[in-house]
């Protein structure tokens, strides 16, 4: 599973714009006075305006042995989260799993984590060319029993860990939608930023199939996207 488009909205959105393509420098694909999309690896990331405020989790995959180097490459341009007494980066033992985390301009929590299974170490030194994806997009919901049949029927992904009590996740190691139950797991980790439903749209790609997923006042909608070839044939 892939994200290959991820669609989010700011009220920040110049300050967005700016951290993205000049802080970070991701390839600025396309602007307009509503909209801006960057290139981020397998990835297009986009950011729409609104007048509202969203409060989202994300995450990026980079190289299995560039945790360190992309830490300190970050450090020079962001400030990153001190998880505890000075200590930024945090270990996932069941998911064979480092990260960390900051904060991107309008306030959402972004992470780059390295997934050691994957086995994808770059030998070459650590610059933003090496994002490989979006890795992890957040759904938080009441009932994520009912979201994960759903994303296991219609987009054919599956249960990864977690519990359909308090925090499942449902894809694998190259895409993973979040799925904690904001009712029991009421932050996102590490801050204090209360777990709230905020509105998205994504493309998926998953075994060979994009899927377009809107994702809206918790009703989660997926659509299969018709390939070139059938679009070309039914015409």
Not at 40 to 54: A, C, D, M, N, P
Not at 110 to 117: G, L, S, T
């Amino acid at each position: 599973m892939k994200f290959i488009e991820l669609e989010l909205y700011t009220n920040k959105f110049e300050s967005e714009l700016k951290f993205y393509s000049k802080t970070l420098g991701f390839k600025l694909l396309k602007q307009s006075d509503i909209s801006f999309t960057v290139q981020i690896g397998w990835s297009k990331l986009t950011f729409k305006k609104s007048k509202k405020e969203y409060k989202y989790h994300y995450c990026f995959l980079i190289p299995a042995n560039h945790l360190n180097k992309a830490l300190d490459w970050m450090e020079k341009r962001t400030k990153v989260i001190d998880i505890e007494n000075g200590r930024k980066t945090q270990n996932f033992e069941s998911w064979n799993a480092d990260s960390f985390y900051f904060y991107d301009a309008s306030g959402n929590i972004a992470e780059f984590i390295v997934r050691y299974d994957l086995k994808n170490d770059d030998k070459t030194d650590f610059d933003i060319s090496k994002v490989l994806g979006v890795n992890e997009m957040g759904m938080p919901t009441n009932d994520v029993r009912k979201i994960n049949i759903q994303l296991e029927n219609e987009l054919g992904t599956k249960f990864w860990k977690g519990d359909f009590k308090r925090f499942g996740t449902n894809g694998n190691q190259e895409g993973i939608l979040l799925l904690p139950n904001y009712k029991v797991k009421e932050i996102w980790f590490p801050t204090t930023l209360k777990i709230k439903p905020q509105s998205f749209n994504a493309i998926i790609k998953n075994n060979k199939q994009e899927y377009k997923i809107e994702y809206i006042e918790e009703q989660l909608k997926i659509k299969a996207i018709a390939s070139t070839i059938n679009r070309c044939t039914s015409q």
